[in-house]
């Protein structure tokens, strides 16, 4: 008997020990595939490349475009988040992030259509705080690209996501002064999140403080929500920084924001992410306008 239930222990071990080393196996299989599509996407410019317009809520004129980068949707990632995620999980991240920085001036220059009149638009590019701190990224080679496409450094905002969390601050505020010194602007996204924004705010002082969709959805009816955004407020009003509310997708939301003088907005009420780049629908009470200069 004792002889029968060993050989079944032993017997459900091994199972188990196979099964895991299939389980193993799937997941090894899977990540190299992924990581075989990656390194396709880089070498083909396999990405979708969309602007969203981001408004002046007080002259309703459009200031720029925040570029979105896409993966065009496949079995191997069942979401953006899903590819991003696994992004950050490869050895790739430098040169990705290097790749859509690139693809997205070149794409930002190449879709500017010739009837917009201003050329001076910002354009609001997302990228890992750990990047632009590796010496490699700022060797000159993001400005030579600026001169080449005919775009001025002063155009070009570099977006933080509060997501991704700066470890040494004084070594990261030196870095963005590098930057700032050559007319680069920088943002902080997804703040009130959660996180360390209220310490990545106080450190790095960006030109812009992007606020979180959770803080923005249904604020017209929210007291806590529109306490936050006040105090959020009155802070950037000290140190001089601009706010934008991001994730406006009702026309109440927006209505609220410009009646307590939120500075800029972003948002589907506003203008969806589109390949082509077309200036921000702004209408505030019973004015609709497009947000041109």
Not at 62 to 87: C, H, I, K
Not at 94 to 121: A, G, P, Y
């Amino acid at each position: 008997m004792e002889s029968t239930m060993g050989q079944s222990i032993k017997t459900r071990s091994i199972f188990s020990f196979l099964k895991y080393l299939y389980g193993q196996h799937q997941r090894n299989s899977l990540y190299m595939k992924r990581l075989k599509a990656l390194k396709h996407i880089i070498q083909h410019n396999d990405l979708h490349t969309y602007f969203q317009p981001i408004v002046d809520l007080q002259s309703k004129q459009t200031m720029g475009f925040e570029a979105l980068n896409r993966p065009v949707p496949s079995v191997l990632f069942n979401s953006v988040d899903q590819f991003y995620e696994f992004v950050g999980q490869t050895d790739c991240v430098f040169l990705f992030e290097c790749f859509c920085r690139n693809l997205s001036l070149q794409r930002f220059k190449e879709r500017m259509h010739k009837d917009v009149k201003d050329t001076n638009f910002l354009v609001f590019l997302n990228i890992h705080p750990n990047v632009l701190v590796d010496k490699k990224y700022h060797s000159g080679e993001t400005l030579q690209l600026l001169k080449e496409l005919g775009i001025k450094p002063q155009q070009v905002v570099f977006e933080l996501t509060e997501r991704s969390a700066v470890i040494d601050f004084e070594e990261f505020e030196r870095v963005l002064s590098h930057y700032r010194s050559q007319g680069y602007r920088i943002a902080v996204d997804d703040v009130g999140s959660g996180y360390n924004s209220l310490k990545t705010l106080i450190y790095l002082k960006p030109e812009f403080i992007k606020l979180d969709r959770s803080l923005i959805q249904f604020i017209d009816q929210n007291s806590e929500q529109q306490q936050l955004v006040t105090l959020l407020m009155k802070y950037a009003e000290q140190v001089k920084t601009k706010i934008i509310a991001e994730g406006i997708e009702r026309q109440e939301e927006l209505d609220y924001l410009h009646r307590i003088g939120i500075h800029y907005a972003q948002g589907y009420a506003i203008g969806k992410p589109s390949k082509e780049i077309h200036l921000g629908k702004i209408r505030v009470g019973d004015h609709e306008d497009r947000g041109s200069h």
